[in-house]
């Protein structure tokens, strides 16, 4: 399951314990991240870690699987390297690890299509083919001349097997130029279907590359609309704050107002009584005035132009009591009216805050 059979199995396996070392190592000492993510580096690397320690090629401590079907792990190994960070949703979480993850499962990738993954063993116990040497092929293809020749006896200690034994026939080297041409056919189908794999592969990371950058720039861009929303709460419940604030303001300078307005009120009343007595004195002395003896007259005139003064100095009072109560009164409908639209801003932007929470 390779493209190019460039790299022997010797120098595969010892990039396998690497990576797994690597993969188990990184998270739990350089790259520390969180439980999942970390889990993710050390299962993998332990599997290929055992996978390893049990194919039969040259580092392989228990050879029990073969060669090719460590490959299979070594391309289940890419897949999830690359998608784990994806399907597990920590690649925002734990983006170094996420990188690291990546690209192990890229290096991996490349150093899989490039393994020769055709490693067999060599068994003890079986004889080499060695090639039949020219003088002897020339002289089997040599007639012999009828002559008498003097028996040889065998020795004892003559190979089992001459080699013009294992000289292949016409027929079995066409046999085996039609499997070998078979083989041909099969391994470039194979790596023919190798070569989609890997570009479905690279399609579909380039595709989870691309689907990550647009769900980061979405969280950036909700991130910025949440702080624009919060800093919208913020400043209407600033402004609820102080139109709360001024309304009580408002609310008590009103009730100053209306106690001054009770007071200049009072004070009316009390001047105008004041007047109405001055009045009345002036009256009863006037009358006295013309009425008694003429040397008490000048008396009673005099006390009847003071209760005129009294009279009209209440009179003024009053009015200006009067005055400033109007006064006071208009003050305290005034705040009054401030107070209920600083009561309504104060509302108005408790339910701004209310809909930014909302919407945050």
């Known amino acids: 399951m390779s493209l190019i059979r460039l790299l022997p199995a010797r120098f595969h396996a010892v990039a396998d314990y690497a990576v797994a070392a690597l993969l188990i190592l990184v998270p739990l000492v350089i790259i520390k991240g969180s439980m999942l993510a970390v889990a993710v580096g050390v299962v993998v690397g332990s599997v290929v870690a055992v996978v390893s320690a049990l194919t039969r090629y040259p580092l392989g401590l228990v050879k029990v699987l073969p060669f090719t079907v460590h490959s299979a792990g070594d391309y289940l190994a890419v897949v999830l390297l690359i998608a784990s960070p994806f399907s597990l949703r ?3 979480t734990d983006p170094h690890l996420t990188v690291f993850y990546i690209a192990a499962g890229l290096a991996v990738l490349a150093v899989s299509v490039i393994t020769d993954y055709q490693y067999s063993p060599k068994r003890p116990g079986l004889p080499a083919q060695q090639p039949v040497p020219a003088q002897q092929a020339s002289a089997q293809q040599t007639p012999v001349e009828h002559t008498l020749v ?6 004892q200690d003559a190979p089992a097997y001459p080699a013009a034994a294992i000289q292949p026939s016409p027929a ?3 046999s085996l130029a039609r499997d070998l041409a078979t083989a041909y056919q099969a391994a470039t189908q194979q790596a023919a279907t190798q070569q989609a794999v890997a570009q479905q592969a690279a399609a579909k990371l380039v595709a989870a590359q691309k689907g990550a950058a647009e769900q980061i720039a979405a969280q950036q861009a909700a991130a910025k609309q949440a702080a624009a929303y919060q800093a919208a709460a913020d400043q209407a419940a600033a402004q609820q704050v102080a139109a709360e604030q001024a309304a009580r303001a408002a609310a008590e300078q009103a009730a100053a107002y209306q106690a001054a307005a009770r007071y200049a009120a009072e004070q009316h ?9 001055a009045a009345a004195d002036q009256t009863a002395h006037l009358a006295a005035a013309r009425q008694g003896a003429p040397d008490q007259a000048a008396a009673h005139q005099a006390a009847a132009d003071r209760a005129a003064a009294q009279q009209a100095k209440h009179q003024a009072a009053a009015e200006q009591a009067w005055a400033e109560h109007i006064a006071a009164e208009q003050a305290a409908a005034e705040q009054a009216a401030a107070e209920q639209a600083w009561a309504e801003q104060a509302a108005v932007a408790q339910q701004a805050a209310a809909q930014v929470t909302a919407r945050n």
């Open 150 to 155: 003097p028996a040889v006896p065998i020795c």
């Open 269 to 277: 009343a009390s001047h105008q009584a004041a007047a109405e007595q």
């Open 90 to 92: 920590f690649e925002h």
């Open 172 to 174: 079995s080297q066409g």
